[in-house]
């Protein structure tokens, strides 16, 4: 966890913010100089939504800046009662950002996060570097259109016209990518 998030969870401690099992977390305000704090939900959200689909939560940290911390791996830690341990990633198990129920957080990995978005989510991973090339090769050729490739690699359109952009970018249009031997003939 970050120092941010420890701070955070340091005022979850305090009595400042609740984090409730729905996700929300709302900052607990005073009643006029009673000292003490309200704790009814809803009195203040402060979990915001952000363009990225995450909710955040933006706060001064203990120097005076204004910082923010994920507000799904702040539920997470709560409510589980224990830090999110080094190169641990907080999935969401139905794949909505913004749904930070405790029941919807699972503590993964980076290979465990891969594997939910792409079987359970049936999001699309990212093309392989020597499928790249394969694509690179097909287009310095010249014989099919963008639509046939893309359909014989099984990629969009819209990938094999950036690996067309990044060819030209990088001066390559003129190569034709043909494979070397180990003695640098052409294969």
Not at 14 to 34: D, L, M, P, Q, S
Not at 92 to 118: C, E, Y
Request: proline share 2%.
């Amino acid at each position: 966890m970050s120092p941010t998030e420890i701070e955070f969870l340091a005022m979850v401690s305090f009595g400042w913010y609740t984090v409730w099992a729905t996700g929300e977390i709302t900052r607990n305000v005073r009643r006029h100089g009673k000292g003490r704090f309200i704790r009814e939900k809803g009195v203040v959200r402060v979990d915001t939504a952000h363009h990225d689909g995450y909710r955040r939560v933006q706060f001064r940290n203990r120097l005076g800046r204004s910082v923010f911390v994920f507000a799904h791996r702040i539920v997470w830690a709560v409510h589980r009662k224990q830090f999110i341990p080094t190169g641990g990633i907080i999935n969401h198990d139905d794949g909505d950002k913004s749904q930070n129920a405790i029941r919807n957080l699972v503590l993964t990995d980076t290979s465990g996060n891969v594997k939910h978005a792409v079987h359970q989510l049936g999001r699309r991973q990212k093309t392989p570097d020597d499928v790249c090339v394969l694509i690179a090769k097909a287009l310095s050729r010249g014989n099919d259109t963008l639509v046939a490739i893309a359909a014989s690699f099984g990629v969009s359109v819209k990938k094999v016209n950036e690996i067309r952009r990044t060819i030209r970018q990088l001066g390559y249009e003129h190569t034709s990518f043909v494979d070397y031997n180990q003695d640098g003939t052409p294969a």
